[in-house]
C-alpha cells in the first residue's frame, strides 16, 4: 500500500475495489510473496467492511465474508499469539454472520456446529482446567497467562453462537466456557 498524496487515489485506496480484483490481488499475494502483511490485512479488513455494509444483499455480503476469511487464514501465523489473533478473528467473523446474514450448515464457515468444533479444537484446556489455574493467574508464569488469555479471546463469540448450537456434545462442552472466560485474565 502507497502513502503519501497516492493514497487517496482510486488504484491505490482498497476500499473502493470491487471483490473480484481484491481475490486476485490476494491470490497473487499468496502465489508470489509480492505484497506485505499490512496490505493483505488492509485486503481483510475491507472485505469484513463490505461484509458488515447492510445496504448490500445478502450473498453478496457472505461472499465478501468469505474473502475476508480467505485472506485471514492465510496470513494465520505460526507462533501461538499470531494464530490465536488470527482464529479470534475467523470464529468473531463466522458468528457474526451467522447472528446477522443466518446459519447455512452447507457451508462450514457459517455452520454454528462446525464453528462450534473449531472452537473447541483451539483450546487447549478444559474449562475446570482453565478455571483452577485462573484462580491464582497472578502468580503463574508468563506463558501460563498468555495461554490462559488466549484462551478468554478464542471464547469471546460463545455468548452468541450458544444460541446456535443444537443441543448435543458439542454444546455441552462450550457452555461452561461462557462463565470460565469471566475468570480468565
Known amino acids: ?28 499475494a499468496f ?8 496490505q493483505l490485512e488492509s485486503v481483510r479488513v475491507v472485505a469484513q467492511q463490505h461484509a458488515y455494509d447492510s445496504t448490500q444483499p445478502r450473498d453478496a455480503r457472505r461472499h465478501w465474508a468469505e474473502l475476508s476469511l480467505l485472506v485471514n487464514r492465510r496470513m494465520r501465523g505460526t507462533g501461538a499469539e499470531g494464530s ?25 464457515n457459517w455452520s454454528p456446529e462446525a464453528l462450534g468444533a473449531d472452537t473447541l479444537a483451539a483450546l487447549a484446556f478444559s474449562p475446570s482446567e482453565a478455571a483452577a489455574l485462573a484462580s491464582n493467574w497472578r502468580e503463574l508464569p508468563l506463558k501460563q497467562i498468555r495461554e490462559l ?9 460463545l455468548e452468541l453462537l450458544i444460541g446456535y448450537l443444537q443441543p448435543g456434545p458439542t454444546r455441552d462442552r462450550l457452555l461452561p466456557w461462557i462463565e470460565t472466560r469471566q475468570m480468565l485474565p
Do not use: C, Y
Open 1 to 28: 500500500m502507497s502513502t503519501g498524496s497516492d493514497q487517496r487515489e482510486p488504484e491505490h485506496d482498497l476500499s473502493t475495489w470491487p471483490i473480484e480484483r481484491l481475490q486476485a490481488f490476494t491470490t497473487d
Open 31 to 38: 502465489t508470489t510473496d509480492a505484497h506485505d502483511w499490512s
Open 84 to 108: 490465536a489473533r488470527e482464529r479470534q478473528q475467523d470464529f468473531m467473523l463466522r458468528t457474526w454472520v451467522i447472528d446477522h446474514l443466518g446459519p447455512a450448515d452447507e457451508n462450514s
Open 149 to 157: 488469555r488466549r484462551h478468554k479471546n478464542l471464547t469471546a463469540h
